[in-house]
């Protein structure tokens, strides 16, 4: 724990202006980012007696050990600073809300030729539409069926799309009436797009006009007894209609807003956002944190907005934000939302009538997620805890190893060997500190040479970061370890225990790379699955922890997420290297030339016989690149003949390089 005084700037270093700051630990890792009207006042708030700070803030301030900033000019500039950096650096003491599930939105991908409607999850793209999100997958594709009956826009794959466009056969879709078929020309392109905007208005709340115009058609087709399409017309209204009735008129027509609400304790806070779109909850989403920052309602609001907002442009953020209270920069948030809206934007808190009513019912919400996220994880803090105190008194450690690190390695009988770093912070997985590693310095099946190999080369690095920011100075005649390769610090931090996969050897070897390189403070373990043991360096006999050990179990949990990360690897490895032909071995050949030489040739063995002339006849081959090709493929050992698997017959006749449906091909073994 680092004394506050012995890093607290001079009197009068700090300016008297808006700007955003960064408090860092021993090893220069973030771990806070706030802002600040005043830098020279807010900081001063920081360096009083640290009796007096909140315990949160008290417990940051010691376990930084510098702090920076940065002058902006204006408060928005500082709201968007700070964003991004909490976005970049993951400080561990700020509010970082966590949503306790995926959800789905309705997407329309605009950004095609002919646009999809589709559920997807995950970071919205570019060129896209969402709608939602919505609680659940099933109320998406309910709302499509209905609305494809009056907008058959097209919703398959893009691979099933080019599949109909090929045979000149649309799908069952197309068939029904559900689609309008664009894969077979039964639409035009920009007819297509319009049926994809018309739908992208409806789904934005724009009803009223587009049911008026279906009604009165409907009714000049009786009118003209025309009763087979007035007949039409009224089951496309009642679809509408039905697909409308699953979100509830809860405000005033053509509202859109988004309405926000915190249920908290002293320890963890829960947000609820309902999406109002042209008066009906469109959406709803929730997000659960741990308070690890000494923060009200109003800064929780805040934090919810850049979350909610950060990554938003234009419709994605409403006309009117309602929230429970207002953030302390209430005008700088509101420039800031009506910036990425590109209009204005009313934020404040709702004080009678409907709105009023709905922010509560979503505050009754956020109350239920808060109980049940609570329900869920009552025992899990103290179970962790338990669980790494276990640890430490089993190991003989100082203090709970609050960053745990695990390797293990992975092969197929010797070939495509790999290890994997898995890390464990406060008991839980962070697997954005997940790495992976290539066995390079021999070949074969070797574990305890593989792991002396991997751990060394995760140190060393650990020890270049040292160099680079002066914590460590190498003495006289000692390796600098000063490479700069410019890739961003992925081992800068160290853990305080080094879990292996494996008993004695491979403990042993970790060990003695850790000594190599003078590393000395950081312990190691060893979690053989045979008995479930632990295993020390230097120890004969192994650590047995009991059965139903808290602390036995996340080891456990450490070395099978190591293992299952490896084998992930490994496995991705021999795929890739099962599919590579002899084109994927010459240097230079990128995918698209490739292709150019597999059309123009038809197949490998034709490729193989051809001269550099024939060659470099074909479009982006030059002819340096014609004599390397040919070089490679007389080095390569020709396929055997290709082999129909279902009558044992040898084929004949030259077979493309890319087939691979029907018949297989000898290996020459």
């Known amino acids: 724990m680092a004394d506050p005084s012995s890093y607290r700037p001079k009197p009068g270093q700090i300016p008297d202006s808006p700007g955003v700051y960064r408090f860092r630990d021993e090893h220069r890792r973030v771990i806070y980012v706030g802002k600040a009207k005043s830098l020279r006042q807010r900081l001063a708030n920081y360096f009083q007696d ?22 902006v000019s204006t408060e928005v500039e500082a709201l968007q600073l ?29 950004n095609e030729q002919y646009p999809r409607v589709q559920v997807m999850r995950g970071p919205k793209k570019k060129g896209v539409r969402y709608f939602g999100p919505y609680g659940h997958a099933w109320a998406i594709r309910e709302t499509v069926d209905l609305m494809l009956r009056v907008f058959p826009v097209r919703t398959c794959s893009a691979g099933v799309f080019k599949r109909s466009a090929q045979i000149g056969r649309p799908c069952l879709l197309g068939y029904i009436g559900k689609c309008s078929a664009p894969c077979v020309g039964r639409v035009t392109p920009e007819e297509h797009r319009e049926l994809a905007e018309d739908f992208c208005d409806f789904m934005a709340g724009r009803t009223g006009t587009y049911l008026s115009r279906l009604e009165q058609r409907m009714h000049e087709a009786a009118e003209e007894m025309e009763y087979e399409k007035a007949a039409r017309l009224r089951d496309d209204i009642g679809a509408l209609r039905r697909a409308m009735e699953k979100n509830a008129v809860v405000l005033a027509d053509a509202t859109d807003a988004d309405l926000i609400a915190v249920a908290e304790d002293e320890l963890e806070a829960a947000v609820q956002i309902f999406h109002v779109r042209g008066g009906r909850v469109r959406g709803q ?21 850049q ?67 609570k329900t869920k994880r009552a025992s899990d803090l103290t179970t962790r805890s338990r669980a790494l105190e276990e640890i430490a008194e089993a190991l003989e450690l100082d203090s709970a190893p609050l960053r745990i690190e695990c390797f293990d390695i992975s092969h197929l009988q010797g070939d495509d060997v790999v290890a994997s770093m898995v890390v464990f912070e406060d ?34 690095r650990y020890l270049q970061e040292k160099l680079k ?13 000063a490479e700069d390769d410019g890739r961003p610090k992925r081992f800068a931090y160290p853990p305080q225990l080094v879990v292996v996969d494996g008993g004695q050897p491979q403990v042993a070897a970790a060990k003695r790379a850790l000594e190599e390189l003078g590393v000395d403070d950081v312990a190691v373990c060893g979690l053989a699955k045979r008995l479930e043991e632990v295993w020390l360096p230097g120890e004969d006999d192994p650590v047995v922890l009991p059965r139903t050990s808290e602390g036995l179990y996340l080891l456990q949990r450490v070395r099978d997420e190591a293992h299952r990360f490896a084998i992930q690897y490994q496995r991705s490895k021999r795929g890739k290297r099962l599919k590579s032909g002899p084109l994927d071995e010459v240097p230079g050949l990128g995918e698209s030339r490739k292709q150019a030489l597999l059309k123009h040739f038809g197949s490998v063995k034709k490729l193989r016989q051809a001269t550099i002339d024939q060659i470099c006849e074909v479009p982006g081959i030059g002819r340096k690149t014609a004599e390397t090709l040919a070089a490679a493929l007389a080095g390569a050992a020709p396929a055997g003949p290709a082999v129909n698997t279902a009558t044992g017959e040898i084929i004949e006749d030259e077979t493309p390089a890319h087939a691979g449906t029907s018949f297989e091909r000898g290996t020459g073994q």
Do not use: C
């Open 307 to 373: 979350q909610l907002y950060g990554e938003e442009k234009g419709e994605a953020v409403p006309k009117e934000v309602l929230v429970p209270a207002l953030p302390e920069d209430t005008p700088a948030l509101s420039q800031w939302l009506a910036e990425r809206r590109g209009a204005q934007v009313s934020l404040r808190v709702p004080q009678r009538g409907d709105k009023k009513s709905l922010m509560e019912t979503v505050h009754r919400n956020a109350q239920q997620s808060l109980a049940l996220h």
């Open 285 to 305: 989403r929730g997000w659960v944190t741990d308070k690890v920052e000494a923060v009200d309602t109003a800064g929780l609001v805040e934090h919810a907005l």
């Open 427 to 460: 008991g839980l997985a962070r697997k954005s500190e997940y790495r992976r590693f290539q066995i390079k310095s021999f070949e074969g099946q070797d574990d305890v040479r593989s792991m002396h190999e991997v751990v060394s080369r995760r140190f060393r």
């Open 50 to 71: 640290v009796a007096s700070l909140h315990p949160r803030t008290a417990t940051m301030v010691t376990t930084a050990a510098s702090v920076e900033w940065t002058v």
């Open 469 to 481: 920011t002066g914590e460590w100075s190498p003495e006289e005649g000692e390796d600098p370890l």
């Open 82 to 110: 700070e964003y991004s950096w909490i976005k970049e650096y993951d400080p561990r003491f700020n509010v970082k809300y966590r949503d306790d599930k995926s959800y789905p939105s309705l997407a329309v991908t605009m």
